[in-house]
């Protein structure tokens, strides 16, 4: 038996979910399927299970693409405020917490039920689980319809959507899959990388931060390649986040903000003291006081920070007043721009998100389909990534929503 629908979305995350919905309510016939038998797991497991499903304040400059102009058609047409107003409707509760990041009040399941109640409003088919074993592009086999061989029999639609994420998080299902399907209809990919993850280092150059393991401070934080001009520099994306030491490494936003930044053998450097005059304060102890220099360095940042610090260098182990101000200077200007090479990360298994994805080139920013008509890439798997702090989940809504109107336009032959 053949199962006809107006359009197929594959992946049941947040934008397939956003997009099948508005589909569905725009009057096409639309089934939804996941190879995964629970839906949205990470939206589930977001935001400490609270989802930060938008920001208040998106553009643009909060993404990472090859072409960064290219977020910038969809989320001008489904913004933070319309995806709140959706909330409202449905008397989700939220809060602020900060720098614009908004969650749910009570649980992330809220966003999720939002969504499938919205793909209801659409009657949308919802298939969990569900295999694809191939798709078939109409050209090939010569019919104006994708037909999809699943495990629950031939599917035939004359649009396909593609929101099956990057690779990042396996263990809830992530798969390349939407990655070979843009290869077999000959689309370019930017080569994926873990994003949004802690970053680590060599175990032995790391052995007296690794007590450290836990402790967290506001810190500064940038990375731009070792032999970056002045020019380069200037421009560097710098985050002002909480940092957290690990025992094999660096976590916290702070981190997994640079991290979709970082490219393997580059340095990162953070000022640990961010807004402290750290030379006249310690110059101004020097004159002043006869504390070991650990001591007054503690009420500059963690002690235990401090002791870690100053235990690596015999010339630090003193009292404050027996120091050299060249000692003292170069302490101060060591712990504001702290510069130390990342061996590596801890990959897809702690990646919020992937950077890369499906090459925007072969992309419609305006629909998201793809230059296979018919074809469609929305959310993770295309070549857009949002900062930490609910951009993702906003680009999830804007492509979804776009792709949708774009869905209805062509399937009634009106325009965008």
Known sequence: MTHKFDVVVVGAGAAGLFCAGQAGQLGLKVLLLDHSEKVAEKIRISGGGRCNFTNRDVGPANFLSENPHFCRSALSR??????????????VPFHEKHKGQLFCDRSA??????????????????WQP????SIVGPEPAGIDSYQIESDRGLIEARQVVIATGGLSIPKIGATDFGYRIAQQFGLRLVAPRAALVPLTFDGQAWAPYAQLSGLA??????????DASAKQRKKAVVFSEDLLFTHRGLSGPAVLQISSFWREG??????????????ALL?????????????????????????????QDPALQRPISDATDKALLGLAQRLAGWELTPTGSEGYKKAEVTVGGVDTRDLSSQ???????GLYF?????????????YNFQWAWASGFACAQALAARHFERPV
């Open 78 to 91: 489904y913004t933070p405020q319309d995806f709140i107003e959706l909330l409202q409707r449905y008397d």
């Open 367 to 373: 629909t998201m389909e793809s230059k296979q008509p």
């Open 378 to 390: 929305i959310g993770e798997v295309v070549d857009v990534t949002g900062w930490l702090g609910g």
């Open 130 to 133: 569900c295999s694809i074993k």
């Open 283 to 311: 110059l101004r102890a020097k004159a002043t006081s006869k504390k070991l220099i650990a001591n007054e360095l503690a009420s500059l940042v963690p002690s235990r920070l401090a002791d870690a610090w100053v235990s």
């Open 109 to 126: 399941e809220d966003i999720i039920n939002l969504l499938l109640a919205e793909c209801a409003k659409g009657d949308v088919t919802r």
């Open 217 to 226: 401070l506001p810190v500064q934080i940038e990375s731009t390649p070792a």
């Open 266 to 279: 580059q340095p990162i450097r953070i000022n640990l003291a961010p807004g402290v005059d750290l030379p």
